[in-house]
C-alpha cells in the first residue's frame, strides 16, 4: 500500500513539475518581442500627445492603438492574452523577451522619419488649437 502511494506521489510530482507545453496558439518569441515592442511605443505616443490633451481619455487612446497593433501583426487581444499567460508563465522564456525589449529601448534612436512624424503631428496639433 505505501509503495502504491509513494508511486502515485512520484508521478502527480513528475508531471506537476513538468514543463508547460507550448501550443499553437502561442506566439513565437520573436513575433511575441515584435508586438509588445509596438504596444511600448504606442504607451509611450499616447503619454507623449496625449497629455497635451486633456480632453481624450488616455486609456480609451491607448486600447485604439493597441488594437491598431494586433491588427499589423495579424492577431487578436486573444491571442496576445494567451502569449503572454504562457509565457509569464514561462520566465525561462519570458526573460530573453523582457531583455531583447529593454536592449532594444537603449539602442532605438529616433531617426529623421521619427522626427519628421513628431513634427507633423505637432503641427496638426497646432492646427487644430488654433481653428479651435
Not at 512520484?10 to 508531471?15: E, P, R
Not at 504562457?86 to 532605438?108: E, G, Q, T, V, W
Amino acid at each position: 500500500m505505501k509503495s502504491i502511494l509513494r508511486v502515485t506521489l512520484f508521478t502527480i510530482i513528475l508531471f506537476s513539475c513538468g514543463k508547460k507545453e507550448k501550443n499553437a496558439d502561442v506566439l513565437s518569441q520573436n513575433k511575441m518581442r515584435d508586438v509588445m515592442w509596438d504596444m511600448i511605443r504606442a504607451d509611450q505616443w499616447v503619454s507623449d500627445q496625449l497629455i497635451k490633451d486633456s480632453s481624450k481619455n488616455k486609456k480609451e487612446e491607448s486600447i485604439k492603438l493597441y488594437e491598431q497593433v494586433f491588427h499589423i501583426h495579424g492577431i487578436t487581444k486573444d491571442d496576445f492574452k494567451k502569449s503572454l499567460d504562457y509565457y509569464s508563465s514561462r520566465p525561462d522564456l519570458f526573460r530573453p523577451i523582457i531583455d531583447s525589449l529593454a536592449r532594444r529601448k537603449n539602442d532605438f534612436v529616433p531617426t529623421k522619419t521619427h522626427v519628421m512624424r513628431d513634427s507633423i503631428m505637432k503641427q496638426r496639433v497646432r492646427q487644430r488649437e488654433r481653428k479651435q
